[in-house]
T-cell receptor
Framework: GNSVTQMEGPVTLSEEAFLTINCTYTATGYPSLFWYVQYPGEGLQLLLKATKADDKGSNKGFEATYRKETTSFHLEKGSVQVSDSAVYFCAYQGGSEKLVFGKGTKLTVNP | EAGVTQFPSHSVIEKGQTVTLRCDPISGHDNLYWYRRVMGKEIKFLLHFVKESKQDESGMPNNRFLAERTGGTYSTLKVQPAELEDSGVYFC????????????FGSGTRLTVV
């Protein structure tokens, strides 16, 4: 069935390190793809999105490119900050309205 | 505008008890969704309301779960009787549009069944 597989954490980095969190999906058609973030004590927030192949979503220095050929939507940031410590969720929305999420990746950034 | 509000933020109950979670969506958002994350697993869809009607309840795990949205405003999710496997974080989201990027999520209710 349809699913999202993302890199399992936890991931621990030093400030200013490069971040990649891998995400691949299994779905038919052309789903919309998302990264959500949950900061400690807060709800899920949309970080970025891409709605068609080759689109690049970006926000707060994070980027992800919708790769149809590899069914991937990897999240990257060139220089992470302590404030980026959070749990990151990859998700897609296909023909139905529900979001399908990955398991989440906990990122800790140390000063 | 005010965000999506959920309460309680935490609830600890004993197996067999009843718990009711509440979600207040953003005013004017016809679409309301419930999701759940069991520890270490994916966030999974439970159900979707459009106004007061259940549009899709395919994710509801069993008949111990009852969701309502009387009057098309706030929603409640009741678990009766609660079991240990019901522990997790329950998220509510609302949107005007049915497109994913229009979702606004609440902070969630952490339910622990002991």
């Amino acid at each position: 069935g349809n699913s999202v597989t993302q890199m399992e954490g936890p991931v621990t980095l030093s400030e200013e390190a490069f971040l990649t969190i891998n995400c691949t999906y299994t779905a038919t058609g052309y789903p919309s793809l998302f990264w959500y973030v949950q900061y400690p004590g807060e709800g899920l927030q949309l970080l970025l999105k891409a709605t068609k192949a080759d689109d690049k979503g970006s926000n707060k220095g994070f980027e992800a490119t919708y790769r149809k050929e590899t069914t991937s939507f990897h999240l990257e940031k060139g220089s992470v900050q302590v404030s980026d410590s959070a749990v990151y969720f990859c998700a897609y929305q296909g023909g139905s309205e529900k979001l399908v999420f990955g398991k989440g990746t906990k990122l800790t950034v140390n000063p | 505008e005010a965000g999506v509000t959920q309460f309680p933020s935490h609830s600890v109950i004993e197996k067999g008890q009843t718990v009711t979670l509440r979600c207040d969506p953003i005013s004017g958002h016809d679409n309301l969704y419930w999701y759940r994350r069991v520890m270490g697993k994916e966030i999974k869809f439970l159900l979707h309301f459009v106004k007061e009607s259940k549009q899709d309840e395919s994710g509801m795990p069993n008949n111990r779960f009852l969701a309502e949205r009387t009057g098309g405003t706030y929603s409640t999710l009741k678990v009766q009787p609660a079991e240990l496997e019901d522990s997790g974080v329950y998220f509510c989201a609302s949107s005007r549009s049915r497109l994913g990027y229009g979702y606004t999520f609440g902070s969630g209710t952490r339910l622990t069944v002991v």
